[in-house]
């Protein structure tokens, strides 16, 4: 049998940090996408808020619920008519020197003719008190075959994240 | 050195109509770990029920912990004595939200130890959850797994189903 996860395309932030993680093209010949990002903002703020859009798709298409654990309690959310798909948290310079946040983002069927669905699992471990661990549900409200995506912090990406987009194949 | 794939597609479809249950049966005792991803269509029916899963067909000798996010509230739950293994909560009245189901199943094959399963379900117009299962039956392999919904309604047409082991 053959193998059924194959990267499509990888993304590393060099010198100076990025805005925007952007894979563009992505082939249709795939059933899922998994996208695996480990990220740290350049600001002072303790957590940030990252959020995608798909195929440059700037309407109010994208809803979510979610909810978080953190060293005290737990929390969560909803959004809808929103214009991205907010995604999960990761730190920034005040989380310990070296530390990135994980997020895990799943998209099943993300080249068929439904609107899509988004599954996201955040953690964001420190060396003190501010951490976090949460899980998403997404959903874009278009049929389109997802080409692009777009990952957006709330403040800019700094050097040494990265990003890798694999493609799922069911067969 | 060839690169020896670690993620094997086993079985998969798409429901041509709607049933009451889709089984992946005849399941290989030759990987370590199985994963299962479901995404379930926009429902049929009303009201709200569970989806779970029957492993070997047995009945009985499930439990499991839930967290699950509602957008209002944060929740954790307990159960025992279901006939399944919960694995989403499953809002059928909605009508707008795919449902995605991530299972992974540790250790299926073995005879010796009793399985566990961690679970992802998320419903961006319902819910949230992440939960883990542990089927309590007198340890055998896994070698069926079928995705039902507890309160009996159907799983629709064009849900999707796909079952991977893991090497």
């Not at chain 1, 990252?50 to 978080?68: E, I, K, P, V």
């Not at chain 1, 920034?92 to 669905?117: D, H, L, Q, R």
């Not at chain 1, 699992?121 to 420190?126: G, Q, T």
């Not at chain 2, 010796?112 to 117009?125: G, H, Q, V």
Request: charged share 10%; aromatic share 12%.
């Amino acid at each position: 049998m053959g193998m059924a996860e194959f990267l499509i395309s990888s993304v590393t932030v060099g010198a100076g940090g990025a805005s925007s993680i952007d894979f563009t093209s992505i082939p249709s010949t795939y059933t899922d996408l998994r996208l695996v990002v480990s990220l740290r903002s350049g600001s002072s703020g303790t957590s940030r808020g990252l959020s995608f859009t798909l195929n440059n798709d700037a309407g109010t298409n994208y809803s979510t619920r979610y909810f978080y654990g953190y060293a005290s309690g737990v929390t969560g959310g909803s959004t809808s008519s929103s214009t991205d798909m907010y995604s999960g948290l990761y730190g920034g310079t005040s989380y310990g020197a070296n530390i990135f946040s994980n997020i895990e983002i799943y998209i099943p069927n993300y080249a068929s003719s439904n609107n899509k669905s988004v599954s996201v699992d955040s953690a964001s471990e420190n060396t003190s008190s501010t951490n976090y661990i949460g899980f998403w549900a997404g959903y874009w409200a278009q049929t389109s075959a997802i080409t692009g995506i777009s990952l957006k912090g709330s403040l800019a990406f700094i050097p040494n994240s990265t990003a890798y987009l694999y493609g799922i194949k069911n067969s | 050195m060839a690169d020896t794939p670690t993620k094997v597609p086993l079985a998969t479809t798409t429901l041509g109509s709607s049933v009451a249950s889709y089984t992946f049966s005849s399941i290989p005792s030759t990987y370590t770990d199985l994963i299962l991803v479901a995404w379930i269509a926009p429902t049929l029916g009303t009201g709200t029920s569970i989806m779970a899963v029957k492993l070997n067909s047995d009945t009985t000798n499930y439990s499991g912990t839930g967290l699950l996010g509602t957008g209002t509230a944060v929740q954790s739950s307990r159960y025992t004595g279901l006939s399944g293994l919960p694995i989403a909560g499953y809002n059928n009245g909605s009508g707008t939200g795919n449902i995605n189901i991530i299972c992974h199943f540790q250790n299926y094959s073995n005879t010796t130890t009793y399985k566990t399963m961690i679970a992802r379900a998320d419903n961006a117009s319902f819910q949230t959850e992440a939960s883990v299962g542990l089927w309590r039956k007198t340890p055998e392999a896994i070698n069926s797994i079928q995705i039902y919904n507890y309160g009996g309604v159907n799983l629709t047409a064009g849900s999707t189903f796909t079952l991977y082991g893991i090497l």
